[in-house]
């Protein structure tokens, strides 16, 4: 079983619905971090997490380290939101992060 | 601009020919690694270095070989590529290891390699 999973691994929806993506973790973290791959193939961070949620944008990331479970959401989605969006979490006392298989998305007009 | 640049972008080479992948960054980042990417995969981490001269392994070091004679520069080195090397492969840096607030990760934009 993976440390870190992600849901759903693909998605698609229409322009305008609300977009949730999950990640789930089974080990110890310090920290989160959701990324976004574009189909070029770069990648560029979107939200760092330790506790709580941060909004950018439509963008807005929670993170409950009970649960050990974070999501990713975007409102009013856009076809320039489509994307892989990869969580990536930190291990308590290791120097590297360990990344979920991603979640494609896909916003039609 | 705050940026994390690599060299090749696309390369096809032979089994066996030895070849450098550059990575610089232009933030003072201290933490820097390498991750490779294949399909159903995901990320994986090859090797990181914490600051110049402290370079350890991660997940998937078998094949390579990493420097950091400078806080700017961390090439990735492939001596003998084997057709199992071809991926897709990210350099990334931080300010450091990925756990203080703010400490975004800035990735380079990919480098394409093929072993044929």
């Known amino acids: 079983k993976n440390e870190v999973e992600q849901s759903p691994q693909n998605l698609t929806a229409q322009e305008g619905e609300f977009i949730t993506i999950n990640c789930s973790y089974s080990v110890g973290i310090s920290a989160l971090h959701w990324l976004q791959q574009h189909p070029g193939g770069g990648i560029v961070s979107l939200f760092m997490l330790s506790s709580g949620k941060k909004k950018h944008g439509r963008l807005i990331a929670t993170i409950n380290i009970q649960e050990k479970h974070s999501s990713l959401h975007i409102t009013a989605s856009h076809p320039r939101d489509s994307a892989v969006y990869i969580c990536a979490v930190k291990i308590q006392g290791a120097q590297k992060l360990v990344f979920g298989q991603g979640t494609r998305l896909t916003i039609n007009p | 601009e705050a940026q994390v640049t690599q060299n090749p972008r696309y390369l096809i080479t032979v089994t066996g020919k030895k070849l450098t992948v550059t990575c610089s960054q232009n933030?003072?980042?201290?933490?820097m690694s390498w991750y490779r990417q294949d399909p159903g995969l995901g990320l994986r981490q090859i090797y990181y270095?914490?600051?110049?001269?402290?370079?350890d392994k991660g997940d998937v070091p078998e094949g390579y070989k990493v420097s950091r004679k400078e806080k700017r520069n961390f090439p990735l080195i492939l001596e003998s590529p084997s057709p199992n090397q071809t991926s897709l492969y990210f350099c990334?840096?931080?300010?450091?290891?990925?756990?203080?607030?703010?400490?975004?990760?800035?990735f380079g934009e990919g480098s394409w390699l093929t072993v044929v």
């Open positions: 933030m003072n980042h201290e933490y």
């Open positions: 270095s914490m600051n110049v001269e402290v370079t």
């Open positions: 990334a840096s931080s300010p450091q290891a990925f756990t203080s607030s703010g400490n975004t990760i800035y």
